[in-house]
């Protein structure tokens, strides 16, 4: 059973960094991509950052490029998304989540694919 648990988020002035953090639990092998997604008030959902769980393989949509970094620690079965230069249109929730592959295509495409499993999300709010 998969479980994924958000933390890190918070108040931080604009141009601050942050690292929010996801406790993964139950995702084993090598199908898993783990991904970030933030929904900002008002807005719709959209996809962030996303990473192969087991060999660190990374995708990043187009506004995360440059600024938002996602890693992952195996030992410590959590991954992370840092954030610099944070801007206020940065506010939102972000929320991990992670896709069992096994089966599919083996051309991901973070953009279209719907995550199997989604943590309960993180408020991260910048203030100008």
């Known amino acids: 059973q998969v479980q994924l648990v958000e933390s890190g988020g918070g108040l931080v002035q604009a141009g601050g960094s942050l690292k929010l953090s996801c406790a993964v639990s139950?995702?084993?092998?090598?199908?898993?991509?783990m991904a970030w997604f933030r929904q900002a008030p008002g807005k719709e959902r959209e996809y962030v950052a996303a990473i192969k769980w087991n060999v660190g393989s990374t995708w990043y949509n187009d506004f995360a490029k440059g600024r938002f970094v996602i890693t992952k620690d195996s030992a410590k079965d959590t991954m992370y998304l840092q954030i610099y230069s944070l801007k206020p249109e940065d506010t939102a929730v972000y929320y991990c989540t992670a896709k069992d592959r096994d089966g599919m295509s083996p051309y991901y495409l973070p953009l279209i694919e719907e995550p199997d499993y989604w943590g309960q999300g993180t408020q991260v709010t910048v203030s100008s």
């Open positions: 139950g995702v084993s092998g090598m199908s898993y991509y």
